[in-house]
């Protein structure tokens, strides 16, 4: 049995909490997109950690962690990550990572900063992980595969006709200086001398893994409206954030996904420029991020504080759809404790027309939100374990957004610890 967890919004959902409670039930964890663009944060008994690249699943003794084939694998930060949670008292994960996963190289992340500060004020907010240089080379056949690492001739080929192409854009549109083939062929030495020991054939594992009834989950980075085809293009990540495409990034059978676990924030947060309609601003918006989250709203990769709104019935009903999502996770709504009332966004205005369908980017950019206003709770509903307990307005919340969404909301997370959580 295959379940997925993905976001359901711009990213920062809190999928990580969930993942790693998922976790405790799996055998194994795949990420199966994105790269390490963007984190997970992670509260449990060993500390808070921050993941970008590692699944959520490497703090448990019984399962085993997967780099996927549709990962941007960025080899270094790979390693520094398992050697930081190591140092943190982690037990050594059990990590594999697919022959067919490509490699994010140093220039990708040179080539991201450059185009970045060549964009100037039309800049896409990148985190210059490299992630889009490194799908673009991997869609136009540039990328180098970790199974290439393996074969010094053809790879020190191929790296020369990457030189080429590479040098004409950093030479003439960067004015930066040119990259060598003897320093790449360097890179990739260490590169294969630090994943040698990890690299498998990753699908035929978990074929064999389905045979043998194993619980395998797919863990997603970011949302549903960051994917690059039903996403707020081009403000968009540049793989596909969606639970359809894990069966390609991990290499399993789509009809093996049985549970798609989409989770769905509270409130609305984004990192990163691009349409956002519930968005608020000054001292409300301040209100929220510093309360939000486990000490706040900031980017668990780059520190950038979230751009903040209020909940978007119109875009998580859309996100959950794309997704095709099975149940919903509610996450941080122990976050809106403190307000007398909470506005929730129904629909939006285009042209003087509502609609409460998610429309294409150039349509979102004359939304206008539509409120309806429900009442707060104020208290402090952290440390609640059954749902019959919550305060009578926050069960109201919850069921109003509940048949909003038309997916039952199966788990609402009233904090960051592991084990903060009600089962509906």
């Given at each position: 049995m295959v379940t997925a967890v993905v976001g359901a919004n711009w990213g920062d959902e809190?999928?990580?909490?969930?993942?790693?409670?998922?976790?405790?039930?799996?055998?194994?964890?795949?990420?199966?997109?994105?790269?390490?663009?963007?984190?997970?944060?992670?509260?449990?008994?060993?500390g808070k950690f921050a993941l970008h690249i590692l699944p959520s699943g490497v703090f448990y003794h019984h399962t085993t962690s997967i780099i996927g084939n549709g990962v941007a694998l960025n080899i270094p930060d790979l390693f520094k990550e398992i050697k930081d949670i190591v140092e943190q008292g982690v037990p050594m994960p059990k990590i594999k990572v697919s022959d067919r996963a490509q490699i994010v190289m140093p220039y990708?992340?040179?080539?991201?900063?450059?185009?970045?500060?060549?964009?100037g004020g039309k800049s896409f907010g990148s985190t210059k992980s490299g992630i889009a240089p490194?799908?673009?080379?991997?869609?136009?056949?540039?990328?180098?595969?970790?199974?290439?690492?393996?074969?010094?001739?053809?790879?020190?080929e191929k790296v020369k006709?990457?030189?080429e192409k590479k040098n004409v854009l950093f030479e003439h549109l960067y004015?930066?200086?040119?990259?060598?083939?003897?320093d790449l062929m360097e890179v990739l030495a260490e590169y294969k001398t630090m994943v040698e020991p990890y690299v498998c054939d990753v699908s035929a594992f978990l074929y064999?893994?389905?045979?043998?009834?194993?619980?395998?989950?797919?863990?997603g980075q970011l949302g549903s409206l960051k994917d690059p085809d039903h996403g707020i293009y081009p403000m968009v990540t540049s793989s596909s954030t969606l639970a359809g495409y894990g069966a390609i990034g991990a290499g399993v059978p789509p009809y093996e996904i049985k549970r798609i676990v989409t989770v769905v924030k509270a409130y609305s947060s984004a990192v990163g420029a691009g349409e956002f309609v519930s968005e608020i601003f000054g001292e409300e918006a301040d209100e929220l991020r510093r309360r939000g989250g486990d000490g706040g709203e900031y980017g668990a990769t780059t520190g950038r504080p979230r751009r903040m709104g209020w909940f978007d019935v119109v875009a998580s009903r859309y996100g959950c759809r794309v997704q095709g999502a099975t149940e919903v996770a509610l996450t941080v709504l122990d976050v809106l404790g403190y307000l007398d009332e909470l506005p929730v966004c129904v629909g939006y205005e285009i042209d003087g027309k509502v609609t409460k369908d998610f429309p294409t980017t150039n349509m979102l950019k004359k939304a206008k939100p539509v409120y309806e206003v429900l009442p707060g709770w104020k208290s402090d509903i952290r440390g609640i374990t059954e749902y019959a307990k919550l305060p009578e307005n926050?069960?109201?919340?919850?069921?109003?957004?509940?048949?909003?969404?038309?997916?039952?909301?199966k788990m609402v997370s009233n904090g960051?610890?592991?084990?903060?959580?009600?089962?509906r």
């Open positions: 809190g999928k990580g909490k969930i993942t790693d409670m998922l976790g405790e039930e799996s055998d194994i964890i795949v990420r199966f997109q994105g790269g390490s663009n963007a984190g997970h944060t992670i509260v449990n008994d060993y990708h992340i040179l080539q991201d900063e450059y185009e970045e500060e060549r964009l490194f799908y673009s080379d991997k869609y136009a056949k540039t990328g180098i595969q970790v199974s290439e690492l393996f074969d010094e001739a053809s790879l020190r006709g990457i030189c004015h930066k200086p040119s990259l060598q083939v003897d064999q893994s389905l045979q043998d009834g194993k619980r395998i989950l797919l863990e926050c069960r109201k919340y919850i069921e109003f957004i509940e048949k909003e969404l038309g997916v039952p909301i960051p610890g592991r084990h903060e959580i009600i089962y």
